[in-house]
């Protein structure tokens, strides 16, 4: 554990916050390119994870546990979120016999 | 030192390989793969706690809930429905458009805090349990409220309905 420890004094926290919004920007393009709807559910699962990723190094560079609890209360939310995201994606599947989301533009009015 | 790099690098191409697949039983599975090389970031940070926790929730829970409905859904590349040529090449310019804002606004960030100070362990289980069970005992207890509320709506939501139906 200690050499895994030393790494982290390694890495600038640019680097963190950079490839936390690569991931981000891969999340917003997967919901822009696809039309699948679990495709788009699972971006915005990445999008999630890349936050998650800032704050829990955020946390770790100031040395405040705050951050890390944040973390913990967005997992539990993504949990619920998926719950229900999932049971839409399921009736909607039930109701159109497709997930195709160009079929759900009838929403629009 | 390298291990983050090559970590980094991994979680970059399993996330590319997770909207560019055309199966999406392949695109969970690349998921699963980005959500294993999250873990091992947070172990890095040594934020152990929260590294059991995304491999218990993410890796377990999430990731099994979203082979189920794939596979109630039976679908596979043939009803993979796709956006035309020239939606994706403007949903990819504007996304990149996404990335230079975001780097660009980084770049004005003062690079103060690139030292850590990790010495304090902050990521354990016992500093963390502290934290949550004083500072932040209501949201806690809330988030039971939540997650109770979205177990009833999953349920009413996913249950077939009779009447209207």
Known sequence: ????????????????????????????????????AIIIF????????????????????SGDASGQVFVFFIMALAAAEVAVGLAIIVMVYRNTSSIDINILNRLKW | MSLFYVVAFLSII????????????????????TFFTFTIHYIILNAQFLAVVNFIVYMGAIMVLFLFVLMLMN??????????TLLKVVGAIAGGCL????????KTLSSASTTAMDNTGIGL???????????FLLPFELSSILLLAAMVGAVL???KDNKTA
Not at chain 1, 2 to 8: C, K, L, P, R, W
Not at chain 1, 48 to 61: G, K, R, T
Not at chain 2, 99 to 106: A, D, F, H, K, Y
Not at chain 2, 126 to 135: M, P, R, T
């Open chain 2, 125 to 135: 289980v016992e500093n963390l349990g502290k934290v949550l069970f004083s500072d």
């Open chain 2, 75 to 84: 679908l596979n590349t043939d009803t993979e429905p796709m956006k035309s």
């Open chain 2, 157 to 159: 939501l996913a249950k």
């Open chain 1, 1 to 36: 554990m200690e050499n895994i420890t030393s790494t982290i004094q390694a890495v600038p926290l640019n680097h963190y916050i950079l490839l936390s919004a690569i991931i981000f920007t891969i999340g917003v393009i997967g919901v822009l390119v696809r039309r699948n």
């Open chain 2, 99 to 106: 990335l230079v804002t975001l780097v660009g606004s980084m």
């Open chain 1, 42 to 61: 699972m971006s915005v699962e990445l999008m999630l994870n890349a936050v998650n990723l800032l704050l829990a190094a955020f946390s770790s560079y």
């Open chain 2, 14 to 33: 399993f996330a590319l390989l997770v909207i560019f697949t055309k199966n999406p039983v392949h695109s969970v599975l690349y998921l699963i793969a």
